[in-house]
């Protein structure tokens, strides 16, 4: 997910802006967005027997929108936003990203 906002940052940084005054722009925009969290879950769920959380499924998803809404703030307003100057590079950004999902996935096994 993060090359993909990443290959298209302003394009889809852009969407992001413009979603937030234009209804049509907006409806898309989430249809997109639930296809790929679909897709995301799809995927994850593929292992789900080392997801240990009581609904697996529902970690998922959480998982998917805390990634997703990290990607589409950073997208929007630049990678300076969230954190001081230097920014995070995109390579170090979406590592800590997917270490963010693989610590919280597992579940009960981290804690």
């Given at each position: ?16 802006l ?11 925009g989430?249809?997109?967005?639930w ?16 997801i ?13 929108n ?33 270490d963010v ?8 096994s981290?804690q």
């Amino acid at each position: 997910m993060a090359r993909i906002f990443t290959r298209h940052a302003r394009f889809l940084g852009s969407i992001v802006l413009i979603s937030g005054a234009h209804p049509e722009v907006r409806r898309r925009g989430g249809v997109n967005a639930w296809e790929l969290g679909d897709q995301f879950a799809s995927l994850v769920l593929k292992h789900r027997d080392h997801i240990t959380h009581d609904d697996p499924e529902e970690a998922v998803h959480a998982c998917y929108n805390t990634i997703f809404s990290t990607l589409v703030i950073r997208v929007a307003y630049g990678p300076g936003f969230t954190a001081p100057a230097p920014a995070t590079d995109d390579a170090t950004f979406t590592d800590q990203l997917t270490d963010v999902a693989t610590r919280f996935l597992p579940g009960k096994s981290l804690q």
